[in-house]
């Protein structure tokens, strides 16, 4: 791996020469964007009479990255980080990049010991996945490498987070519903102790409101993200107002239950009753009876796109902020009559 | 970091002059078992003759790891590998180790990929995780950390592999049912491409058989791990034999969809019929109506057994052959009357 024992050129040594930062050296050396052409010659004339042979390291430098990079997450029942995951891979090329998931668990110390060891083996960034959509504590400006947070933004308006739009993410769940002709719609939502239920509340009720329509029942049901309380609420709802004709539910566990309740009480799905549910969590939807619709968070895309920040903050090209990616509805037999 | 221009002394010095090997030689200064104390003395006194001062690596090499173990997995839904990382970290104790997470998607290519990046980035052992109970390729003899496999168990007879005991979980599942009294048990299968399948069914008929009892229906019902499945076998199984009083069922989502048809065609569960499933996935088996009694396969645990193989390899003590573990039962509603 060395060079023998007489000290090896390195890309500071060419950059010095030729009169740029190292980071515009590796960029012009590797033909990246952003180095103007006449800059690149001379970066590439000045490494060529040095006669520069970048070893395994610095070649990893010069490309601009190791082929490694950490995800950091606290969402141990990997709902959100083993997709997110997936688009990320899937971005970067499986065949060059590996990306290492530590676990965190929302747990502040743990979370900076798995961010040492990550840095220490010299990742070429961070992503850092939430499991919930409140803004999380910033790691800081103080790291080596650029960080994307996903899921749950940063709190510091510097970073560069990528989120769902839980708000439009509903509207659409409700415009879905109207446009199958619905009049009489309910939401069942999660539980109020989450930003999303809020979120997703609101975008329920803005969509209503511009389709002339008001709640059935006249109130948000809220609870808790299980079964139980879809099959609880939807009890209720059905007491309160025989007349509902659709229910968007907040989360596809609620409307597993929800469905189980309609079909106790001989609610046909859809004709008497539609209903979507948000996640689009495939055990839960698929396997329902019939077919759940639901909310899909594209959470592929959202690592692919992270992945995508991530390079190009490698590059120097930083986008700070909060970027919003929108949901999409996949459409199943709970609400089109499909059979 | 370094020490200057002067040579360092090494661990490799302080072995060869006290005449051990560099292993010894840490276990020695690392209060390791495995020394006897004479050697333990001598290599005490050479290393203070010498003013052995190990460095940052040196010390990692010398306390037998660098804090970072890989985890490369094929069970991208994360059921598997989520728990069994859990438990590897609490084994390890979370302050001291990282442990990073790739996903291989069964594809060997992308497998060495992983292996490789993990290596290059000093891990002290990797832990491979299965997402069936086939045995695996092993990743081989020449790798420079130990390897353990969990779930999947190596094909080479000299790995450490550490799996769950599929026939006696099943056996327990049976034992649990006759128990509480029943005579007319079915076993609704998953998909019998899979060994798991065949080891749950011959678990299943060996406690029956040991019981004095023979099957319902004569015949397991083969099928796939799906909830449609669950329903479309619990209907064929009523019509063939009303009087079946017990169902255990090949994997939890099957029994979500056997307990949905035995209430739609108005069967009292636990009363009527007793309903067990297998995994405890707690997602399907506390939200369901009533609560999922399961076979629980203590991923956690066997995470934790896996670190502790590590551990042991990387102090030389190899386990080298296929250790089962114990599968338990999470007695819940759909097998005792609990309310």
Redesign the interface.
């Given at each position: 791996m060395a060079n023998g024992s007489s000290r090896a050129t390195t890309l500071t040594d060419v950059a010095r020469l030729a009169g740029v930062s190292v980071a515009t050296a590796s960029k012009a050396l590797n033909g990246r964007a952003g180095v103007r052409t006449e800059t690149r010659e001379r970066v590439v004339d000045v490494a060529k009479r040095l006669a520069f042979q970048p070893n395994a390291l610095a070649k990893s430098l010069l490309a601009g990255r190791t082929?490694?990079v950490g995800l950091l997450t606290s969402d141990?029942?990997?709902r959100f980080s083993?997709p997110i995951?997936?688009g990320v891979?899937d971005a970067f090329g499986?065949?060059r990049t590996?990306?290492?998931?530590?676990?965190a668990?929302g747990?502040s110390?743990?979370e900076q010991?798995?961010v040492d060891?990550?840095l220490s083996?010299?990742v070429d960034g961070l992503i850092v996945v939430g499991s919930r959509t409140e803004p999380r504590p910033s790691l800081g400006r103080g790291l080596p490498v650029p960080v994307v947070y996903v899921y749950s933004p940063s709190d510091h308006p510097d970073d560069m987070s990528l989120v769902i739009d839980n708000v439009a993410g509903a509207s659409l769940a409700i415009q879905h519903l109207v446009t199958g002709g619905r009049k009489r719609i309910a939401h069942i939502a999660g539980d109020p102790g989450y930003q999303a239920t809020h979120d997703r509340a609101r975008g329920a009720e803005a969509a209503l409101d511009a389709a002339g329509l008001s709640l059935a029942c006249g109130r948000i049901h809220y609870g808790s993200w299980?079964?139980?309380w879809g099959?609880g609420a939807t009890r209720m709802l059905l007491a309160d107002e025989p007349a509902v004709d659709a229910i968007f539910c907040g989360s596809d566990?609620i409307a597993?239950?929800c469905l189980?309740v309609l079909?106790?009480q001989g609610r046909e799905i859809p004709d008497d009753v539609a209903v979507i549910g948000f996640d689009n969590w495939e055990?839960?939807t698929v396997?329902?009876?019939p077919e759940l619709t639901s909310v899909d968070m594209r959470l592929e895309e959202l690592g692919r796109r992270a992945a995508q920040r991530l390079y190009e903050a490698i590059d120097e090209r930083m986008t700070p902020g909060v970027e919003m990616l929108h949901c999409q509805i996949v459409q199943r037999g709970s609400t089109i009559p499909l059979n």
């Amino acid at each position: 791996m060395a060079n023998g024992s007489s000290r090896a050129t390195t890309l500071t040594d060419v950059a010095r020469l030729a009169g740029v930062s190292v980071a515009t050296a590796s960029k012009a050396l590797n033909g990246r964007a952003g180095v103007r052409t006449e800059t690149r010659e001379r970066v590439v004339d000045v490494a060529k009479r040095l006669a520069f042979q970048p070893n395994a390291l610095a070649k990893s430098l010069l490309a601009g990255r190791t082929g490694t990079v950490g995800l950091l997450t606290s969402d141990m029942e990997g709902r959100f980080s083993l997709p997110i995951m997936m688009g990320v891979e899937d971005a970067f090329g499986a065949a060059r990049t590996s990306v290492f998931l530590c676990d965190a668990r929302g747990d502040s110390i743990r979370e900076q010991h798995h961010v040492d060891a990550l840095l220490s083996r010299r990742v070429d960034g961070l992503i850092v996945v939430g499991s919930r959509t409140e803004p999380r504590p910033s790691l800081g400006r103080g790291l080596p490498v650029p960080v994307v947070y996903v899921y749950s933004p940063s709190d510091h308006p510097d970073d560069m987070s990528l989120v769902i739009d839980n708000v439009a993410g509903a509207s659409l769940a409700i415009q879905h519903l109207v446009t199958g002709g619905r009049k009489r719609i309910a939401h069942i939502a999660g539980d109020p102790g989450y930003q999303a239920t809020h979120d997703r509340a609101r975008g329920a009720e803005a969509a209503l409101d511009a389709a002339g329509l008001s709640l059935a029942c006249g109130r948000i049901h809220y609870g808790s993200w299980t079964e139980a309380w879809g099959r609880g609420a939807t009890r209720m709802l059905l007491a309160d107002e025989p007349a509902v004709d659709a229910i968007f539910c907040g989360s596809d566990q609620i409307a597993r239950g929800c469905l189980e309740v309609l079909r106790d009480q001989g609610r046909e799905i859809p004709d008497d009753v539609a209903v979507i549910g948000f996640d689009n969590w495939e055990v839960l939807t698929v396997n329902a009876r019939p077919e759940l619709t639901s909310v899909d968070m594209r959470l592929e895309e959202l690592g692919r796109r992270a992945a995508q920040r991530l390079y190009e903050a490698i590059d120097e090209r930083m986008t700070p902020g909060v970027e919003m990616l929108h949901c999409q509805i996949v459409q199943r037999g709970s609400t089109i009559p499909l059979n």
